[in-house]
Every structure is written in structure tokens, then in C-alpha cells.
């Protein structure tokens, strides 16, 4: 079956610009969650979507927003880029229920602002 | 808050040893779920393990194996057999479950041939 897909894969950004990055989760996945990496704070949860609702949000300014589709893909978008932001941004799917077959995530996309 | 701390930044092996990583972490709840995921230099993140805590037989996937402590909060991983394509970094992980995933700091490992 296929993975989870995110895209594009490598984006170059200039500071005060907007971003939206997306996800397909695998057939059937109905809940999104993102993460962001970074070499200095390490695996960041950002949010998790079900069934088009936000059902969970980490710590992150109101900058970093999301949301989902009835088809289950998601979209991230991160307005008036900072410096900071420059990271990994992983997504990751998963069944309904408890746990279902753990998260499977995405190759990424790697966000470079400058 | 739940937090996961992996104390070994990096780690080296011979090609075909043993290696383990540590893991321990903190929570208050009873029932919850570990994980220990690979990242490669491709970049994604591959689940190696998983471990539900209400089940006190330790999980193994071919030469992957946990020793999961409930008792003393830990959840170590045993590779057996290591490979080249073992090199990647390490990521324990904690989730009560339909909720986020909370990361450690992870283990560089590097199996040398």
C-alpha cells in the first residue's frame, strides 16, 4: 500500500513569507499529526487532525496552523516565516482506535528560510 | 507532562554484534504505548518496535527485541545480528494513545563493517 506522502520535499523560503506544506496520509489513516524536527529542540509535536477536527495542538505560536480534508489529506501552513522555523516537518498517519498500527510517517519536507 | 530520555547520543558497533539503547521516561498513567522508531539519512521515520504497557511480555521483530521495565520506566532495545543498514538514529517514543508521540533525543548508531 502506499505511504504517507508529503509535499514538496525541499522548499526555500524567505523570512516574512507564508508556507503551506501537505500531507496524504495511507488509505484508510484518519488521523494527520505533525511534527516538527530541529538539531536544537529535537522532535516538536505540532498538531493532530481527526476527522477534519484538530483534536490535539502542541506548543507553537498561532503562526503554525493546520487543517484537514474530507479525504483525510492535510495541510500545514506556517505564515510570516522566521528564521527559526527552518526545520524537518514530519507527518505521520494512523488508524482509528487505540492504536491501530502505531504512526507511519512521511519522508518530510525540508523547510529552509533565509 | 510525559518526558523520554535517551542518555546515549551516540553509539558504535562491529558489523554482526549486539547492541542496546536505553530508554526511560516518565508518566503517571497506567496504560500507554512505546515505540522505538529508525531515521535513516533518507529522513523518515520507520517504526522498528512497539510495546503496549498492559502487556508484560516484551515485543520482538526479528533481530529487534525490547526489555520493557514497567516497574522501573524502561524501555531499552536490543538489535542482534547488526547490519549496515542498521546506521540511523534512534528515537524512543511515548503515547497514551490516540494522543501525540513524545520523543527522546535519540541515539546516533553507526555499525561499523
Known amino acids: 500500500k502506499a505511504g504517507v506522502t508529503q509535499t514538496p520535499r525541499y522548499l526555500i523560503k524567505t523570512r516574512g513569507q507564508q508556507v503551506t506544506l501537505s500531507c496524504s496520509p495511507i488509505?484508510?489513516?484518519?488521523?494527520v499529526s505533525w511534527y516538527q524536527q530541529t538539531p536544537g529542540q529535537g522532535l516538536q509535536f505540532l498538531f493532530e487532525?481527526?476527522?477534519?477536527?484538530?483534536?490535539n495542538k502542541g506548543n507553537f505560536p498561532g503562526r503554525f496552523s493546520g487543517r484537514q480534508f474530507s479525504n483525510s489529506r492535510s495541510e500545514m501552513n506556517v505564515s510570516t516565516l522566521e528564521l527559526g522555523d527552518s526545520a524537518l516537518y514530519l507527518c505521520?498517519?494512523?488508524?482509528?482506535?487505540?492504536?491501530?498500527?502505531?504512526?507511519?510517517f512521511g519522508s518530510g519536507t525540508r523547510l529552509t528560510v533565509v | 507532562a510525559q518526558t523520554v530520555t535517551q542518555s546515549q547520543p551516540e553509539m558504535s558497533v562491529q558489523e554482526a554484534e549486539t547492541v542496546t539503547l536505553s530508554c526511560t521516561y516518565d508518566?503517571?498513567?497506567?496504560?500507554?504505548?512505546l515505540f522505538w522508531y529508525k531515521q535513516p539519512p533518507s529522513r523518515q521515520m520507520i517504526l522498528v518496535i512497539r510495546?503496549?504497557?498492559?502487556?508484560?511480555q516484551n515485543a520482538t521483530e526479528n533481530r529487534f527485541s525490547v526489555n520493557f521495565q514497567k516497574a522501573a520506566k524502561s524501555f531499552s532495545l536490543k538489535i542482534s545480528d547488526s547490519q549496515l543498514g542498521d546506521t540511523a538514529m534512534y528515537f524512543c517514543?511515548?503515547?497514551?494513545?490516540?494522543?501525540?508521540?513524545?520523543f527522546g533525543t535519540g541515539t546516533r548508531l553507526t555499525i561499523i563493517p
Open positions: 510495546q503496549e504497557a498492559y502487556k508484560q
Open positions: 487532525y481527526f476527522s477534519e477536527t484538530q483534536r
Open positions: 505521520a498517519s494512523s488508524l482509528p482506535g487505540p492504536m491501530g498500527d502505531g504512526y507511519t
Open positions: 488509505s484508510g489513516h484518519r488521523s
Open positions: 508518566t503517571s498513567e497506567n496504560n500507554y504505548y
Open positions: 517514543a511515548f503515547s497514551r494513545g490516540n494522543e501525540k508521540l513524545t
